[in-house]
């Protein structure tokens, strides 16, 4: 596998191309980068300046015709919950296995049948990567036996929280102490906080699902980090995991590992060896 597709060239991406060109044993053979046209430009010359060598060939395409005509073996959706609508159902159709980063998407029930009636149809994988969080392993094999009670816990800074619902209901510049500003489940957290719910999401369909997985989340102004935490009850295991999620440079919102989680998904996929 060494011909790629990248959807969206936000945080994410960039900080994948990065990685792409240094964290790879052979160059990728073939690497499409899908954009919105008004972009196009602007991109092509970030990549010729500073991607250059990310693969043989690449190219900027604004169309998912343009991509799925490149063929690649496998794409990346790093865009956002509206790309996931718009172009994924038509990749998975297309045979092509398709990593989806804006897990907080298949939270609308029609939009997670789509995907998997496309998936199957295509005879393609929907590939869901860890991205902020962890521990995603130990949860889904648990998920097997079933029983599962889970609880979420979502805290960053009171700022993080801003344009979200939480700005007009709480003061958040004012806040001097932990204040949970969202109680329900992973689902109603999806819905109301879909820009956040990546976490909640991930958890869910690893686990308990969306309906049966508690999500809270919390406002403290003593967070430096964006920090996730759940706790796990089983018949067979249980545990608390927590991560203090360093944020990417320039954006206060994503956390860096969920760039190397694609990483981590791309050789898995490239590699000999599936960890
Ligand atoms: N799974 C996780 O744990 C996790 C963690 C962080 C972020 N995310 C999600 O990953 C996604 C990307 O995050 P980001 O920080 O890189 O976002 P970003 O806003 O920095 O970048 C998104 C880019 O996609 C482009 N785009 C939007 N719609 C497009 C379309 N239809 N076709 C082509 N390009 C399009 C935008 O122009 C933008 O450049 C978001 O949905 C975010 O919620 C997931």
Redesign the pocket.
């Known amino acids: 596998m060494t011909r790629l597709g990248i959807?969206?060239?936000?945080?994410?991406?960039i900080s994948l191309a990065g990685l792409l060109q240094t964290q790879l044993e052979r160059q990728l053979e073939h690497l499409t980068i899908?954009?919105?046209p008004e972009?196009s430009s602007q991109i092509k010359q970030i990549m010729k300046e500073e991607y250059n060598d990310i693969a043989s060939e690449y190219c900027i395409a604004t169309s998912i015709e343009a991509l799925i005509n490149n063929k690649p073996n496998l794409v990346v959706e790093?865009?956002?919950?509206?790309?996931v609508f718009?172009?994924v159902p038509q990749i998975l159709s297309a045979g092509i296995d398709t990593v989806v980063?804006?897990?907080?998407a298949l939270s609308d029930v029609a939009l997670a049948d789509s995907l998997y009636n496309s998936a199957r149809k295509g005879n393609s994988k929907l590939l869901l990567?860890s991205?902020?969080?962890g521990g995603i392993d130990l949860l889904a094999s648990l998920q097997q036996y079933g029983e599962l009670d889970v609880s979420y816990r979502g805290i960053k800074p009171p700022a993080a929280w801003s344009g979200t619902p939480a700005s007009s209901l709480f003061d958040l510049d004012q806040l001097s102490k932990e204040t949970v500003i969202f109680r329900g489940t992973a689902r109603e957290a999806a819905n109301t906080y879909p820009?956040n719910a990546?976490?909640a999401a991930?958890i869910a369909l690893a686990g308990a699902g969306f309906d049966k997985t508690k999500a809270e989340l919390v406002a403290d102004p003593k967070a430096i980090a964006n920090i996730h935490e759940y706790t796990v009850n089983s018949p067979l295991a249980s545990y608390t995991f927590r991560v203090e999620a360093k944020p990417l440079k320039d954006?206060t919102?994503?956390?860096a590992t969920?760039a190397y989680s694609v990483l981590r998904e791309i050789k898995n996929c490239i590699g000999p060896i599936v960890i």
């Open positions: 959807i969206g060239f936000g945080n994410i991406s899908v954009c919105r972009y790093c865009a956002g919950h509206d790309a718009e172009h980063v804006s897990i907080g990567p991205g902020a969080i820009k990546n976490v991930t954006s919102k994503t956390s969920t």
